[in-house]
């Protein structure tokens, strides 16, 4: 890689040995490795295992648990290097951090059972339910219910986007547990319970995949009377929206260091090509029109990767980031995705030939600008909450 993307002005990078451990790795997974796990559209468990037995996927469990105790800013660097070598973290991110809910809200018994085996990876918590075909990112909207019987919850519903299911050992669900015109605020009344997905599939859970022009490995989920026991519910019951918002500050920094890796491995592979590529004998790089695109796209990497570490920097030290979390996620997949029409733009036909790489990561990263939040909303919660603009929705 060029030392730019991922060294700005030349200063010393406190993650370096991160980087060149995990840049390690995945030298053991080339380009080849992914465009064949790419083409038969399955999940990439060598990969996921190596990052499992490195501990990269316990990097934010402390150490009391089994994990190693690191901070955002290293998972941020740790997925940004993935994707900077031509890898995709989204086959195991959420493992990152949706333990979170279990480490923050979870009681000790429930940490000391779960985390441990997550660090580890004898267990796989790689599922996330929360989303609905009928409420989308409404999220107070949800129709899925657990009904507290005796010892059990009953669980009825729905969920769809649950990337990862098919290859989760556990799942955090989010569900209703009082309905929406009991309660006071809309937001109130749902819960979150943590779903063994070893003993419920054939007893009340269903998993049925989704054919998608990239994340291979999202499917549809679905509850008919699921029994869970009561003493997996995290936290307070009718609290759970207050948790799973506790974690989206976290998600969606790691998301935009996807994506600030996703623009690294462009800009690089557009550079070294108009190096290469010779057309009219001379180098097409020397044109301005080919050069252009590719500054602007590492100007605006750079400064997006900035808005990412401080983002992470604030978390890490408990401070309120909800703003800085929001627009490192927004800038990130903009400049993930103008730096990808650009290294396209650069190679031209070739750019839609498989053997370059380029059309599978053009695709990949058009994922962020949609998920986990979509810009659109991004900008709504920038104008009403950061601006004190009319709420729009």
């Not at 010892?151 to 556990?170: F, M, P």
């Amino acid at each position: 890689m060029l030392d730019g993307p991922t060294n700005l002005d030349n200063v010393e990078d406190p993650k370096q040995d991160i980087r060149d451990a995990v840049t390690a790795l995945c030298a053991r997974f080339p380009d080849q490795y992914w465009r064949k796990v790419d083409s038969e559209r399955r999940y990439p468990s060598e990969f996921v295992n190596a990052m499992t037995e490195a501990g990269y996927l316990g990097a934010l469990i402390p150490e009391e648990y089994g994990g190693s105790g690191l901070g955002l800013s290293d998972a941020v660097a740790i997925l940004e290097t993935v994707h900077a070598n031509g890898g995709n973290g989204s086959a195991c991110h959420a493992q990152m951090y949706v333990m979170g809910i279990i480490l923050r809200h979870g009681n000790e018994e429930q940490k000391r059972r779960w985390l441990p085996k997550i660090a580890s990876g004898e267990l796989r918590l790689q599922a996330f339910g929360v989303t609905e075909p009928t409420a989308g990112t409404d999220t107070t909207s949800i129709k899925t219910t657990a009904v507290r019987q005796g010892d059990h919850y009953i669980v009825n519903g729905q969920k769809i986007w649950t990337s990862r299911a098919e290859h989760s050992d556990l799942m955090i669900l989010l569900v209703r547990t009082t309905p929406k015109d009991k309660v006071a605020k809309r937001s109130d009344g749902l819960s979150i319970l943590v779903v063994d997905m070893r003993e419920a599939i054939g007893n009340g859970l269903t998993i049925r995949p989704i054919r998608t022009m990239m994340n291979h490995a999202t499917t549809e989920v679905f509850f008919d009377n699921l029994k869970v026991p009561a003493e997996h519910l995290i936290g307070e019951e009718g609290k759970g929206f207050r948790y799973v918002l506790d974690g989206m500050n976290a998600e969606r920094l790691l998301i935009a260091a996807e994506c600030i890796g996703d623009a690294t491995w462009f800009i690089n592979k557009a550079a070294a090509y108009s190096r290469e590529r010779i057309v009219f004998n001379r180098p097409i790089g020397q044109n301005q029109g080919v050069q252009f695109p590719i500054a602007r796209a590492y100007a605006e990497m750079s400064a997006a990767r900035l808005m990412v570490y401080h983002g992470a920097e604030l978390y890490e030290r408990q401070m309120p980031c909800g703003k800085e979390a929001n627009m490192a996620k927004l800038l990130s997949s903009e400049a993930a995705w103008h730096a990808a029409e650009a290294c396209l733009q650069t190679h031209g036909g070739f750019g839609f030939a498989e053997e370059y790489d380029v059309e599978r990561k053009f695709r990949e990263t058009r994922l962020y600008q949609v998920a986990p939040i979509s810009t659109n909303l991004i900008l709504a919660f920038i104008a009403e909450h950061v601006l004190g603009m009319p709420r729009s929705y």
